[in-house]
């Protein structure tokens, strides 16, 4: 059974960083895209970054600058550097295994798809706040 088991959240103040790391099982992880979503409070899931298993890279451009995904295969594992952190950070943020080696979404909007992602982890928390 896939398995996506996300850590690294927690409490941050503005303008510092976390990294989180998400460790897959259960799947070829070298043949799939990797994504990270968040979703705060009353708001709506938003795709935040996804690598491909070519290695190319989607960043919303609410984090354009400041964040950095990144995948270590010999591992099974995705990253999100996180940087610079703003308290409209805050969020659940989510791993997710894409169902194809390339992210999918629409390169038109600019946005990652949840219905590209087939498998998610159970989320950390982050919270940005002073």
């Known amino acids: 059974q896939v398995q996506l088991v996300e850590s690294g959240g927690g409490l941050v103040q503005p303008g510092g960083s976390l990294r989180l790391s998400c460790a897959a099982s259960?799947?070829?992880?070298?043949?799939?895209?990797m994504g990270w979503f968040r979703q705060a409070p009353g708001k709506e899931r938003e795709g935040v970054s996804c690598i491909s298993g070519a290695g190319s890279i989607f960043y919303a451009n609410s984090v354009k600058g400041r964040f950095t995904i990144s995948r270590d295969n010999a591992k099974n594992t995705v990253y999100l550097q996180m940087n610079s952190l703003k308290p409209e950070d805050t969020a659940d943020y989510y791993c997710?295994?894409?169902?194809?080696?390339?992210?999918?979404?629409?390169?038109?909007?600019?946005?990652?798809?949840?219905?590209?992602?087939?498998?998610w982890g159970q989320g950390t928390q982050v919270t940005v706040s002073s």
């Open positions: 997710a295994a894409g169902r194809r080696s390339f992210c999918g979404g629409s390169y038109a909007f600019n946005v990652l798809l949840s219905e590209d992602f087939g498998s």
């Open positions: 259960g799947f070829t992880f070298d043949n799939y895209a």
